[in-house]
């Protein structure tokens, strides 16, 4: 197979190839891969995804295989996020001519924004709380009830676990209505476990850096805390983040029935059904593999799983295209690929840069909002999507190229 990576090393650190022709690597997400790589437990290599840039405690974009050992850092606060499509049997012809009215449907139907609108802790924007909403957290309650019974603190603020279920959330989460190359109508969410996953991943990072208070010092980046095998949380961990990204792939198909009901609720569309394809894929979690020779903890933080024959979502920004793509098993890159197009710069760095102006020309064609509320999110804050797919194309096959013409922003 084609070596399509740069070779990173450091003196006493394990490697990293990083899959970034043509797009580089910022020198603090640098840093930080070269703090990591430089962890005792890593297994062979460290490997960096096209979108990867600066994160909280670990590189976004980065797989990290570790032995014996988890980085919570490396997993992030944002536990279980990642994307899924849906395939529907409408066509762009089915589509009203104004786009408004699908927007606005979506937009009511899934709680979205700063919200705890959600499932049965809050009745909120859902009026009467769906029966399935009810069923998916009796799934999930006694796997929390457990976590929190030796982790009460993850609790302590209240909780939030009930009510943002079924909510998409903020930022960079996002519900499309796209087009494939065919002009086939595709429904593609992006959210995770909400509040409670960051409530769980910003404990046991706190709770890894007391861990190894006597340690500390010693570390590369504090932030790289970790827990050994058998240490006295390592399980906790390991029981709670797990569960996280329970939470969040019933998240996404709670969210994901609400929309295909709005959208079958609109004057103008058609009856539908599903198509054949659907995936729900994470990109920040982790995963207990086994790769050359050894079994690991393998951390994907903006990483999606790439094995051969895998189905996989690589969204571009919102007024790019976005992928559905299918592994090829490159076990260099422990079989990963990119979570997306990865920011080109900061949220605030966006918002100095870019006008209202600037994001309407960039966003033609698409039905979403047009505000300063949402230019940190606008096309030009992120790395181009076909220079991210061309620096992958050992990792990657493109299936479906999907074109945004409605765009729900959290």
């Known amino acids: 197979m084609e070596k399509n990576y740069l070779l990173i090393s450091g003196q006493g650190s394990a490697g990293i190839k990083a899959w970034v022709n043509g797009l580089g690597i910022e020198a603090t997400a640098e840093k930080q891969l070269r703090n990591a790589a430089a962890m005792p437990f890593i297994h062979r290599h460290i490997a960096v995804m096209p979108d990867v840039h600066w994160g909280i405690g670990a590189a976004v974009g980065s797989v990290i295989p570790c032995v014996e050992a988890i980085i919570p850092a490396a997993v992030g606060v944002d536990i279980g996020c990642g994307m899924m499509a849906v395939q529907t049997t409408l066509r762009a012809e089915d589509l009203p001519e104004s786009l408004k009215q699908i927007r606005l449907k979506i937009e009511h139907a899934v709680p979205h924004g700063r919200s705890h609108n959600g499932g049965p802790g809050d009745k909120g924007a859902w009026g009467t709380v769906p029966s ?54 595709w429904c593609m969410l992006h959210s995770g476990s909400r509040g409670i996953g960051n409530r769980i991943g910003t404990y046991f990072i706190e709770l890894a850096k007391e861990d190894m208070r006597r340690h500390i010092n010693s570390l590369p980046d504090k932030d790289l805390a970790y827990f050994p095998e058998g240490a006295e949380h390592f399980n906790d961990y390991m029981q709670a983040v797990e569960w996280a990204q329970e939470y969040a792939r019933v998240n996404r198909e709670l969210m994901m029935r609400a929309v295909i009901s709005a959208l079958r609720k609109c004057d103008a569309v058609p009856e539908f059904a599903l198509g054949e394809t659907a995936v729900n894929c994470h990109h920040n979690y982790v995963s207990r593999e086994h790769h050359y020779g050894k079994d690991v903890y393998l951390t994907r933080k903006g990483a999606v799983r790439a094995r051969k024959g895998d189905l996989g979502i690589i969204p571009g920004s919102m007024g790019a295209c976005s992928y559905i793509v299918r592994g090829l098993g490159n076990a260099e890159s422990f079989h990963s690929c990119s979570h997306g197009a990865g920011r080109l710069m900061s949220r605030g760095e966006a918002k100095r840069k870019y006008t209202v102006a600037d994001h309407i020309e960039a966003t033609q064609g698409v039905e979403c909002r047009k505000d300063e509320g949402v230019i940190d999110e606008t096309p030009g804050a992120y790395k181009p999507i076909d220079k991210v797919m061309e620096a992958q194309r050992d990792l990657v096959e493109a299936v479906h190229t999907l074109r945004q013409v409605v765009c729900v922003k959290g």
Do not use: M
Not at 142 to 168: C, F, M, Q, V, W
């Open 132 to 185: 399935e909403q009810l069923a998916a957290w009796d799934r999930l309650k006694t796997g929390y009830e457990k976590i929190i019974a030796r982790n009460p603190a993850i609790d302590r603020k209240g909780p939030n676990h009930r009510s943002h279920l079924g909510t998409l959330g903020t930022g960079n989460h996002f519900i499309e209505v796209c087009l494939d190359e065919e002009d086939r109508v």
